[in-house]
């Protein structure tokens, strides 16, 4: 088991900045990815960033030069710098750990773009 602990939701205007932060505890493959997905109301949950252990990343195009995704192996974390902020953005933000078979999800952050 995996555990995900989510830090640094909240409400922030368009144009504004937010950081997110997850802490992973527990039965840790080395070899995994971490990252963020988000679900709008009435929305699937959609991938916003990922990175894996060795650096690779990948992000949604619609938060591409606005949005970077980074971690500490040391410390199995993983963060996700949210910047030029837009209503659209507004979504509940769930962390992510994809290691062997097994791929986990922490509790969830809302975050709120006003305009």
């Known amino acids: 088991q995996v555990q995900l602990v989510e830090s640094g939701g909240g409400s922030v205007q368009a144009g504004g900045s937010l950081t997110l932060s997850c802490a992973a505890s527990g039965s840790i493959f080395s070899i995994n990815t971490m990252g963020w997905y988000r679900q709008a109301p009435g929305k699937q949950r959609e991938l916003v960033a990922v990175i894996s252990s060795g650096g690779m990343t990948n992000y949604a195009a619609s938060v591409k030069g606005r949005f970077t995704i980074s971690r500490d192996n040391a410390k199995n974390t993983v963060s996700l710098q949210m910047k030029s902020l837009k209503p659209e953005d507004t979504a509940v933000y769930y962390c992510?750990?994809?290691?062997?078979?097994?791929?986990?999800w922490g509790q969830g952050t809302q975050v709120t773009v006003s305009s």
């Open positions: 992510s750990h994809r290691g062997g078979p097994y791929n986990y």
